[in-house]
């Protein structure tokens, strides 16, 4: 076994952890939150989603299959930090190009092992979400308190511009049949693959392009991405979004892009105790009365009570099953829809694909003028 450092993991209400160093030395600080996945893990420090977290693994292996260039969301890490019980040195994957970690190394993650991760999970669970730090340079509590009192809190950041692409690109064969734009918030390369793979080419914008830019490339529709943040800080996607309405042009959102565009027709969105994240979240389609397992990874949800008072305006779709949150809504005067959880689902089941279906459906059926 290789020795490794002591590390530190100090939570905003003064419980503490004590471990062995992983990944970077150094400091790190960010929103505590659990991912319940049994594999996928290189996917997952790779969704810009996670940007500014402190993301605990309930696994308790990881790193035991490496690492792959090909498996990454983005362009690299984009969780703040890692925690886990039982890390893996060596990887017994042929395919892996490196160890898990190596590439922490290489991407600046600090993490912590040999924490007792059900304790830690519980206690999140129990107390909601909150601010960490993890430290493997000084475990003087006064230093790691002061440095974590500075830390903001998730709620009301603006963290999608910070992920977002800083110069329009496009994915996908110019031949293909129907031309999307997307804003990028912290856009996944399997939702771009999903698209791609039902005969879509993809703009993709930076997250403060105007509407009046994107429809210089006449798109036939347009995809709002997932995201980090608080959807409340985010007015200028809301406003870019009315204007998508306006024009009634077929939109689908995944995550943030679902908050966005529940925000966009009057309906708020609320930091949740501790949020969901994980492969095995079960979902109910109240359109087709089916189950879904589903991919999830948010913080923030879709006010129900306000959707109800817009019956008029805003369809449920679907509903968790565990909670009873909003996972899906639906415009009644637009072609719009979106989701709370992921359907591209990497990692994670494919039950719920067959929504970029139904948005490829919409595109089709959308008028000429539309278009």
């Given amino acids: 076994m290789i020795s490794r450092p002591a590390a530190t993991l100090l939570l905003a209400d003064g419980t503490l952890f004590k471990g062995y160093a992983v990944g970077k030395i150094g400091t790190t600080t960010g929103e505590i939150c659990f991912n319940t996945g049994m594999t996928g893990y290189q996917e997952v420090f790779?969704?810009?989603?996670?940007?500014?977290?402190?993301?605990?693994?309930?696994?308790?292996?990881?790193?035991?299959?490496?690492?792959?260039a090909i498996e990454q969301e983005s362009d690299g890490a984009k969780i703040a930090?890692?925690?886990?019980?039982?890390?893996?040195?060596?990887?017994?994957?042929?395919?892996?190009?490196?160890?898990?970690?190596?590439?922490?190394?290489e991407e600046g993650v600090v993490g912590i092992s040999g924490i007792d991760t059900r304790a830690l999970v519980r206690h999140i669970r129990n107390k909601g979400a909150m601010n960490a730090i993890i430290s493997s340079e000084t475990d003087e509590l006064a230093t790691l308190?002061?440095?974590?009192?500075?830390?903001?809190?998730?709620?009301?950041?603006?963290?999608?511009?910070?992920?977002?692409?800083?110069?329009?690109?496009?994915?996908?064969p110019a031949s293909a049949q129907f031309r999307i734009a997307a804003l990028d918030f912290g856009i996944k390369r399997s939702i771009l693959d999903c698209l791609i793979a039902r005969g879509c080419v993809v703009k993709v914008f930076p997250a403060h392009t105007t509407f009046e830019t994107m429809e210089?490339?006449?798109?036939?529709?347009?995809?709002?991405?997932?995201g980090p943040g608080d959807p409340a800080a985010m007015d200028y996607a809301v406003?870019?979004?009315?204007?998508?309405?306006?024009a009634d042009k077929p939109l689908f959102g995944i995550c943030l892009g679902h908050q966005i565009l529940a925000r966009a027709v009057g309906i708020p969105t609320y930091k949740m105790h501790h949020g969901h994240r994980g492969l095995?979240?079960?979902?109910?389609?109240?359109?087709?009365?089916?189950?879904?397992?589903t991919s999830q990874n948010h913080g923030f949800g879709v006010s129900l009570k306000a959707i109800c008072a817009a019956s008029d305006r805003v369809e449920v779709t679907h509903v968790n099953l565990n909670d009873g949150t909003?996972?899906?809504?639906?415009?009644k005067q637009h072609q719009a829809f979106s989701v709370q959880y992921h359907p591209e689902a990497s990692p994670g089941p494919h039950d719920a694909r067959y929504l970029f279906d139904e948005f490829v459906d919409m595109l089709k059926k959308a008028p000429v003028s539309a278009r």
């Fill in 326 to 331: 909003v996972e899906g809504i639906r415009l």
């Fill in 216 to 226: 210089q490339w006449q798109p036939d529709g347009y995809f709002l991405s997932n």
């Fill in 145 to 172: 308190q002061a440095r974590l009192k500075d830390t903001p809190s998730m709620a009301g950041l603006e963290l999608a511009s910070k992920v977002s692409t800083s110069q329009p690109y496009v994915a996908g």
């Fill in 239 to 246: 406003e870019v979004t009315q204007k998508i309405l306006a």
């Fill in 46 to 68: 790779t969704d810009p989603s996670y940007y500014g977290q402190i993301l605990v693994m309930t696994n308790v292996h990881i790193g035991n299959y490496g690492t792959r």
């Fill in 280 to 293: 095995n979240h079960p979902v109910k389609n109240l359109r087709t009365g089916r189950g879904e397992i």
């Fill in 81 to 105: 930090g890692l925690v886990v019980r039982n890390f893996s040195e060596h990887y017994s994957r042929p395919m892996a190009n490196n160890s898990l970690q190596q590439w922490l190394e």
